[in-house]
């Protein structure tokens, strides 16, 4: 297992080392760049322009450049925000409260409803709930996200009243239950396309469990049906769920994107929308690899974790 | 408290350190761009009330991007400088009559009263004796100096230099005096010093990195609201600075909400979750609802802005005057105007915004005249191919037209543009960017054929247009400004150069006069119309006052109380 974990380890290392290089290229290869919002609005001559990127290193060679910066960031200087100079470390840091906040609510959600519809569907196939739950994640998985979140101001703020139409809290207020009236809307639409998501694995999960040679021996038994369920069904059935929830952060952070915008959550997702629409090459770069490690050890601690969890898996 | 300084008198009541037009009219130190207001409420006026004897309550205005630089001299976009002008003083302002009106320094230096020698060159500040940073420390003329030294310090990421970089021999005569001498005569300085912002010396100049330092992030001003707190990608909450020298402030805190997607903003407005709506204000489809909600107030102004197609004079066929008359004459501008903008701006024929001191009336009306459009290109030789478009020497009347990628009514504007032109057998295509590609070199460079762009003019309230249309000002040829039209006359070039000597302004009002015949008849831009903006503003906000000279509407929150 050790030797397993240090060669996933070393394998991580190699890949983050090609995302950095890949993501560095293409952020500055791309048209335009970080004094392009200057050039319409703040009346900077071409001159100062150049000044200013001097100033910024950005007039050198972009191998001399990504060295400069790989160099850095392994003595742990990430750089600095080309918008407010501040360290990358620090604004992504002052962000991911925010995101996390959203995103963990969002999955606790889509966790729990998602198993809940599974289950249900795959006990009660082809029934009226199964068919109407299948409908429903389709619409879901449809529903484009920023729309729904708009739909859901409309209704529930504008209309109704009864949310606010944004924000992460009142300035000024920041109570628990201000936090919790504010977090409700986006939690839920960043949750409907999870809650889909898991709603659907969870049914083929489950319907592939429960027909399975061991829980007709149970029933044959007499075993009580709540108890094979929970302990016989459940159990296995949530395995392949845990491949799931560790691919889930990417999606996650592509919801949050959307959902940030809309319902102006102080975010990771919507610093990363800024920060590409600014060319704020060191924060962009900053959120990628923080970004590209998340999703590794995501993927890794789920290959590990079901490893554990499932005798029959050895890893080598 | 200071006073209030009031308005240009019928009865010609003098206030004290404030030139009148008939000062300038004999000294002219720049002159400030006097506008009628035309910010208008649609909801019901109310009663103004009275000010409070002390702050009270808060204001949380949204703008559409976030600030994020707060040192006041670096390179910063409109949303800073609604952060800068609560923070920060300049020497004096321009009011949105026009007027400079003294705010660290303690009168505008005139001929008159010594403040400036009659060739322009001496410039003799008097400066408040009153005046403290948030720390309590006293402002001095120490600061001014060193303001100006550090915007001409080359290690400094300054914004620009445009004016700043004449400035010679700077002496501190007494705290509250200052002395410098201008290399050459440049009108265009008093403006400029209207929108520069003092910084304090006993701060910064203990920092070891000008461009980098607490105070980046935490600034210090002398301005009406002290720094309180950031949360990146949310709000700047700025409170009062009781000890601020002039009018005001009435509110204890003042907080800039950050809400990126503007139809969010307007519901949040609508909502009552923002008392203000700040750049980029209401989008126009949401005006005529905006005018109906209850107790909401609806102000839309014109903005310095001119919106225009901006063509490359040097790509093929815009290189033809005819050609650009005849694109001109076939633009439906009152379909843009109206169906596109709501009818909300104006329409112009200038650079210069209409409420400006330099506004040249009576420039040649555009007409929309598709007919005399194709007679003028038949006339010219430019005949129409088989395809429809027209050719001239083996040059085809097609070319592209860019913007801002997901600006919709740029877009909608690029599709009638399309119908339009394609009726006198010209063919355009849309090639449009993201603001992070179009603007950089793209536009610099001078790489395009034609853009759709919206465009201030104005170094402050002053017309000298230089960096814009003079002749060394093409980057794309190495020049220093941002003629990217690459627009070369040396009859503009002569105007240009005698405007920004002059100081009597009435000299420089037919010096600019006739700058702005020569740009409409030479077609060096197709102008659409004035920039607009529309503002929300919650019952019972009292003291928004659209300034026309500022970028940004939110200037005066010091004077912003509840009634």
Not at chain 1, 158 to 187: K, M, Q, Y
Not at chain 1, 215 to 223: D, P, S, V
Request: aromatic share 10%; hydrophobic share 45%; with cysteine.
């Amino acid at each position: 297992m050790a030797r397993y974990v240090l060669n996933r380890l070393a394998q991580a290392v190699i890949l983050l080392v090609i995302v950095s290089a890949i993501g560095f290229a293409l952020l500055h290869l791309a048209p335009g760049g970080p004094l392009s919002q200057f050039a319409a609005s703040a009346q900077m001559t071409q001159e100062d322009l150049d000044r200013v990127s001097k100033q910024l290193g950005l007039d050198r060679p972009l191998p001399i450049q990504y060295l400069d910066w790989f160099g850095r960031m392994l003595k742990g200087d990430w750089g600095k925000s080309y918008r407010d100079g501040e360290a990358v470390l620090s604004v992504i840091s002052s962000h991911l409260g925010a995101t996390l906040e959203l995103m963990t609510t969002a999955t606790i959600i889509a966790v729990l409803l998602g198993c809940w519809i599974g289950i249900l569907g795959a006990l009660r196939r082809y029934s009226l709930f199964d068919s109407l739950a299948t409908v429903g994640a389709m619409i879901a998985l449809s529903i484009p996200t920023f729309w729904f979140g708009l739909v859901t101001i409309y209704v529930f703020s504008v209309t109704l009243g009864w949310l606010p139409a944004g924000n992460r809290e009142t300035v000024g207020d920041g109570s628990f239950l201000d936090l919790l009236h504010h977090l409700i809307a986006p939690a839920m639409v960043l949750a409907l396309v999870e809650t889909a998501m898991w709603g659907r694995f969870m049914r083929s999960s489950m319907l592939e469990v429960i027909n399975q040679d061991y829980i007709r021996t149970a029933r044959a038994k007499g075993m009580p049906e709540w108890r094979i369920l929970t302990v016989h069904a459940l159990r296995n059935a949530l395995l392949p769920m845990i491949t799931v929830a560790g691919l889930q952060f990417p999606t996650l952070l592509g919801g949050a994107l959307v959902a940030e915008t809309v319902f102006t959550w102080p975010g990771m997702g919507r610093l990363f929308l800024d920060s590409i629409g600014y060319r704020d090459y060191p924060v962009v770069m900053g959120i990628l690899m923080f970004s590209a490690t998340m999703v590794l050890i995501g993927s890794l601690m789920a290959d590990i974790l079901y490893a554990v969890v499932d005798p029959r898996i050895r890893v080598s | 408290m200071a006073d209030d300084t009031g308005k240009f008198s019928v009865g010609g009541l003098h206030h004290p350190g404030i030139p009148n037009r008939r000062q300038f009219f004999q000294l002219g130190a720049g002159a400030a761009a006097g506008w009628t207001l035309s910010g208008s409420a649609f909801a019901q006026t109310e009663r103004p009330g009275i000010p409070p004897d002390k702050p009270r309550g808060q204001v949380i205005a949204a703008l559409s991007q976030e600030p994020t630089v707060f040192h006041p001299l670096m390179p910063g976009i409109e949303v800073d400088q609604g952060v800068w002008w609560q923070v920060f003083s300049p020497l004096w302002f321009i009011d949105p009559d026009g007027k400079f009106v003294p705010d660290l320094a303690s009168e505008v230096p005139t001929v008159e009263n010594g403040g400036l020698s009659a060739d322009g060159l001496t410039w003799k500040i008097k400066l408040r004796k009153d005046v403290k940073w948030h720390d309590g420390t006293a402002f001095t003329a120490d600061d001014v100096k060193f303001s100006l030294d550090l915007i001409n310090n080359p290690d400094f990421r300054v914004r620009n230099r445009v004016g700043h970089s004449l400035v010679k021999d700077i002496t501190v005569v007494a705290p509250d005096e200052i002395h410098w001498r201008m290399e050459a005569p440049y009108s265009p300085y008093m403006s400029i010093l209207s929108l520069t912002f003092i910084v304090p010396k006993h701060i910064l100049e203990k920092v070891s990195d000008p461009n980098s330092s607490p105070f980046h992030n935490a600034p210090v001003g002398t301005g009406p609201f002290r720094w309180g707190e950031r949360v990146p990608g949310d709000h700047i909450l700025l409170n009062a600075h009781t000890g601020y020298h002039g009018k005001g402030p009435y509110v204890e805190r003042v907080v800039f909400k950050y809400i990126p997607d503007l139809t969010v903003l307007y519901t949040q407005f609508r909502t009552g979750q923002v008392d203000y709506t700040g750049l980029q204000g209401i989008l126009p489809n949401f005006v005529q609802e905006a005018k109906t909600l209850k107790g909401r107030k609806i102000f839309v102004s014109s903005t310095s802005s001119v919106e225009h197609i901006a063509p490359n004079l040097e790509f093929g066929p815009f290189a033809d005057r005819t050609v650009r008359e005849a694109l001109y004459l076939a633009i439906n501008k009152q379909a843009i105007i109206d169906a596109l903008n709501y009818g909300l701006p104006t329409q112009t024929e200038s650079f210069v915004p209409q409420q400006a001191w330099s506004f040249q009336q009576g420039l040649p009306q555009h007409k929309y005249d598709p007919t005399r459009a194709n007679a003028l290109l038949d006339a010219a030789g430019w005949a129409r191919g088989s395809s429809g478009v027209r050719e001239k020497g083996g040059v085809k009347l097609e070319f592209t037209n860019s913007t801002t990628a997901g600006n919709a009514v740029r877009e909608q504007t690029q599709q009638l543009l399309i119908q339009d032109w394609r009726a006198i057998g010209a063919s355009m295509r849309v090639n449009n960017m993201p603001a992070a590609v179009i603007w950089g070199d793209f536009w610099q460079q001078s790489k395009f054929n034609s853009v759709i762009v919206g465009v201030n003019f104005m170094l402050g309230s002053d017309p000298d247009v230089t960096p814009r249309f003079g002749s060394g000002a093409i980057p794309a040829k190495g020049g220093r400004g941002y003629n990217t039209y690459q627009y070369q006359s040396a009859e503009a070039d002569r105007l240009l150069a005698q405007g920004a000597r002059q100081f009597d302004i009435a000299q420089r009002k037919t010096t600019y006069g006739d700058l702005q015949k020569l740009i409409r008849n030479d077609l060096a831009i197709l102008p659409l119309f004035q920039g607009f903006i529309a503002e929300g503003v919650k019952e019972g906000l009292q003291g928004f006052r659209p300034n026309i000279n500022t970028s940004t509407n939110c200037w005066n929150m010091r004077e912003w109380y509840w009634a």
